[in-house]
């Protein structure tokens, strides 16, 4: 679920600072864990949801 087009749990998202899109997978201690696309073994986090943009929500996206 996207709340107010901020990214959340799920949501497929371009990150501004690293360059890369990926998928929010866990949000710990404000981190924000992200994971490649096509790649789920390699992830990195997110400082905040300000340099995320979703690209697809969660309820779009084809699994």
Request: charged share 35%; aromatic share 8%; no cysteine.
């Amino acid at each position: 679920m996207t709340r107010d087009g901020k990214a959340w749990l799920g949501d497929q998202v371009r990150d501004e600072v690293a360059e890369r899109d990926g998928i929010v997978t866990d949000i710990r201690q404000g981190l924000f864990v992200l994971r490649p696309l096509y790649r789920s073994t390699e992830e990195w986090t997110a400082d905040s949801d300000e340099q995320l943009t979703v690209t697809v929500p969660r309820e779009d996206r084809q699994f």
